[in-house]
């Protein structure tokens, strides 16, 4: 009797799982109709579907095809890459603070990122690359820093690579040509301006390479959560597995960053958004990729269309969306910690 209970609780999870992967997918496809048809120059959702079928005339196959397109799919994969990172991270250090924004990965990679751009002067798969390297380097930092202990020390050397790597971010910048440190303003504040057809190449390589491999590993997660001491008496290598989903965790976010900049907070919101709607205890990862995804581009929008004739980086508004939520967060740990 106890087995038939948790089969049907297990097929129920299931079920709610894959029913709001739906309702979240019919989200995007708005959003994304809504990117597609808005702007100076407004085109009907027929247009849009002539464009993707090559029917559309010159003008309207250039404005969808060519600049809302790449930018659609640049936000919706940064966001689906940044969601996934925070579902992973919060996952592994069974802790809702950590995520690539609160525990510098999303910074160290911003600092790499300034560095390939001002200093060396690199694009697409090379900045990936950088960025990459650089997010990894702090992720290994933060997690050899607070061995064993993955609370409140954890955020606390987090803050602190945050802080070194932004000062070496202002260093950088103010030391840099006057044009060239105002594109990386730009790019560092969080920005889909730049979007084309190359940074969508290069999210779906690396989403390509990356998502699926979180997915797999991340069937461990449960056992994860039992604690050290249960996934171990499991057969379960701890330390090993750990440092692969926070590898997969830091290179998700890197991918993002590397294209769009560090979009703060779209990581940190996007899993206990996903977990409150499917459960609270499913890891939720897929559904955590799609709320990022949906949260950037409804950011982005917001962004394009919210001051009228000022176009703002959709981290401005993610920042504006998130730091509230991270603030909430803090004072109802600190309060049931007593």
Known sequence: MTASLTGRLRRRARLREAGV???????????????????KASVSP???????????DAMAGFVIMELRMP????????????????????????????SPDVIGVTQSAGAAGILGLIGFGLSGLSLTAVVLGGALVATA??????????????????????ALCMGLVSYV?????????????????????RAGWDTSLTLAVCGAVLVPA???????????????????ALGERVERVRMLLLGLAAALAAAAVAV???????????????????????????????????????????????VPGVPLPAGVVTGVVGAPYLLWLLVRRTGRRG
Do not use: K
């Open 260 to 306: 769009v900049g560090p979009v703060p907070f779209v990581a940190l919101v996007s899993a206990p958004v996903a977990r409150r709607v499917v459960g609270t205890g499913s890891v939720a990862l897929l559904p955590s990729a799609l709320t990022g995804a949906a949260l950037l581009l409804a950011s982005d929008l917001v962004a394009q269309f919210a």
């Open 21 to 39: 992967t739906l309702v979240l997918a019919v989200v995007i496809a708005a959003l994304a109709v809504c990117g597609l048809t808005l702007g």
């Open 141 to 162: 930092a933060v997690h050899l820093l607070s061995w064993r202990r993955a609370g409140y020390r954890l955020v606390i050397v987090g803050i602190g690579v945050s």
């Open 214 to 232: 979180a997915l797999a590993a991340g069937r461990r997660l449960p056992v994860l959560e039992l604690g050290d001491d249960p996934a171990t």
């Open 173 to 193: 910048l103010t030391s840099s040509d006057v044009r060239d440190a105002q594109e990386a303003l730009v790019w560092i504040n969080g920005s889909l301006g």
């Open 46 to 56: 027929q247009e849009v579907l002539d464009a993707l079928l090559g029917r559309a």
């Open 71 to 98: 930018r659609m799919l640049t936000a919706l994969l940064a966001g689906a890459c940044l969601g996934m990172s925070g579902a992973l991270l919060q996952s592994i250090l069974r802790n809702p603070l950590a």
